[in-house]
């Protein structure tokens, strides 16, 4: 894998850990601003997450293809 490549996936895999994280954060500590909020608040988060471990899956698949080509 050339240089550009590691450091294109290493880029997207922080990327898909940062939805993660953010998705976790907000899913765990944040106080919605008002109680009717808390169920927009947790679907945002999901959301959020979903996205982040999809990102995740297609780093992976395309690192693994990329190794099956070379």
Same mark, same amino acid.
């Given at each position: ?9 290493? =880029? ?8 993660? %994280? ?18 927009? =608040? ?9 996205? %982040? ?9 395309? %690192? ?7």
């Amino acid at each position: 894998m050339s240089r550009s490549r590691k450091l294109t996936a290493a =880029l997207n895999i922080l990327l898909s850990l940062l939805f993660i %994280g953010i998705a976790l954060y907000v899913f765990f500590f944040a106080d919605p601003p008002s109680r009717d909020a808390r169920h927009d =608040l947790l679907l945002y988060a999901s959301l959020t997450g979903a996205y %982040g471990v999809w990102r995740l899956i297609r780093v992976l698949l395309a %690192g693994k293809k990329a190794e099956e080509n070379v």
